[in-house]
C-alpha cells in the first residue's frame, strides 16, 4: 500500500511534442506529490509539485494532472526538447508519524529521451 | 546559499567491510534524510535525522546507522557489507517538511 506505480518505464518523443508519465497509488495517507528530473550522476532536482486539493498544477511547460477519486497523477512536459532527456521520478509523501516530519515514496522511474 | 554535499563521489569497498558516507546540509537545513537508490530504480527511504535524533526509518537493517552533527551534516554507516548494498546513497535535506528535499548528487557505492 506504500508503493507508487509509475509508467511507462521508458518514453522516446520527437522534439516539440507532448510526454507523458503516468502514476498510480493506493496509500490515502499521501498527501503531497512531487515529481523529480534526475539526470546521470547528479541527484534529483524537484521539478513540480502538487496537493490533492488541486485538479492540476502548471510552471512554464510542465504540467501535473491530479485525480483524487482515480489515485492517479501524470506529469505532461509540452514541447519536449533534447535537454529534457533525463528519468523522472513521481513521488508521494506520508507523514512518519501522527503530525510529525515525512518521507518520500518514489516509482520507479520513466527514462525519457527527446530525439532531435 | 550552497547546496546539499556529499563525499566521496564514488567507493569501493569489499563485501564485510564498514563504510561511512557524509552528507553537509544546505544552508538553513536541519533535517536530513538519506534514500538508498539502486541502478535502474527510485530512491527508497533509509531514515531520517532530525535535532540530532533518528526520527524515522524505513524497511532497512539495523547495520545501516546514522548520525547527525549540532551543525546539521549527517553520517551514514553501513556495517558488513553487501553485494546488494551496491547502490547510489542519497542525502537529502530540509527546514520544514512540507516544501521538498534538496538532494545532494550522492555517493555511489559498489561493493566486491
Known amino acids: 500500500q506504500q508503493q507508487v506505480k509509475q509508467s511507462p518505464q521508458s518514453l522516446i518523443v520527437q522534439k516539440g511534442g507532448i510526454s507523458i508519465i503516468n502514476c498510480a497509488y493506493e496509500?490515502?495517507?499521501?498527501?503531497?506529490f512531487p515529481w523529480y528530473q534526475q539526470f546521470p550522476g547528479k541527484g534529483p532536482a524537484l521539478l513540480i509539485a502538487i496537493r490533492p486539493d488541486v485538479s492540476e498544477k502548471k510552471e512554464g511547460r510542465f504540467t501535473i494532472s491530479f485525480n483524487k477519486s482515480a489515485k492517479q497523477f501524470s506529469l505532461h512536459i509540452m514541447d519536449s526538447q533534447p535537454g529534457d532527456s533525463a528519468t523522472y521520478f513521481c513521488?508521494?509523501?506520508?507523514?512518519?508519524?501522527?503530525?510529525?516530519?515525512?518521507?518520500?515514496?518514489f516509482g520507479k522511474g520513466t527514462k525519457l529521451t527527446v530525439n532531435p | 546559499e550552497t547546496g546539499v554535499t556529499q563525499s566521496p563521489t564514488h567507493l569501493i569497498k569489499t563485501r564485510g567491510q564498514q563504510v561511512t558516507l557524509r552528507c553537509s546540509s544546505q544552508s538553513g537545513h536541519n533535517t536530513v534524510s538519506w534514500y538508498q537508490q539502486a541502478l535502474g530504480q527510485g530512491p527508497q527511504f533509509i531514515f531520517q535525522y532530525y535535532r540530532e535524533e533518528e526520527n524515522g526509518r524505513g524497511n532497512f537493517p539495523p547495520r545501516f546507522s546514522g548520525l547527525q552533527f549540532p551543525n546539521y551534516s549527517s553520517e551514514l554507516n553501513v556495517n558488513a557489507l553487501e553485494l546488494d548494498d551496491s547502490a547510489l546513497y542519497l542525502c537529502?535535506?530540509?527546514?520544514?517538511?512540507?516544501?521538498?528535499?534538496?538532494f545532494g548528487s550522492g555517493t555511489r557505492l559498489t561493493v566486491v
Open positions: 513521488a508521494a509523501s506520508v507523514q512518519l508519524w501522527e503530525g510529525g516530519s515525512e518521507k518520500l515514496v
Open positions: 496509500n490515502t495517507a499521501f498527501d503531497y
Open positions: 537529502a535535506s530540509s527546514l520544514i517538511w512540507r516544501g521538498g528535499y534538496t
